[in-house]
């Protein structure tokens, strides 16, 4: 059974940073597109960052510049690098796996979804 296990939030103030992690298997690291994924309450979830299989990144327009993700040389973590956070940041923050080629945010491809990691950015 796959599992992602989401860890690093946290409560900054805005312009801080935190790093959070995505720790699974290697197999499931290596082998699979992973997203990372927000959900503010009473929004919908929304992709923030993704990495494909051959390490080819991309990010929502509202992190670009901010947020970095990577996958640790072990290949059991992927990290969501978030500098500058802003209060619009505050959200649950959940990983998961994606599909082949990696080529959409849209929620309902991903699944293995974590139980997600709380972070809160104040002002």
């Known amino acids: 059974q796959v599992q992602l296990v989401e860890s690093g939030g946290g409560s900054v103030q805005a312009g801080g940073s935190l790093r959070l992690s995505c720790a699974g298997s290697?197999?499931?690291?290596?082998?699979?597109?992973i997203g990372w994924f927000r959900q503010a309450p009473g929004k919908e979830r929304e992709g923030v960052a993704r990495?494909?299989?051959?390490?080819?990144?991309i990010y929502a327009n509202s992190v670009k510049g901010r947020f970095t993700i990577s996958r640790d040389n072990a290949k059991t973590t992927v990290y969501l690098q978030m500098n500058s956070l802003k209060p619009e940041d505050t959200a649950m923050y959940y990983c998961?796996?994606?599909?082949?080629?990696?080529?959409?945010?849209?929620?309902?491809?991903?699944?293995?979804w974590g139980q997600g990691t709380q972070v809160t950015v104040s002002s």
């Open positions: 290697r197999y499931t690291i290596s082998n699979n597109c």
């Open positions: 990495i494909s299989l051959g390490g080819t990144t």
């Open positions: 998961a796996t994606g599909p082949d080629y990696c080529y959409t945010f849209a929620a309902s491809w991903y699944k293995n």
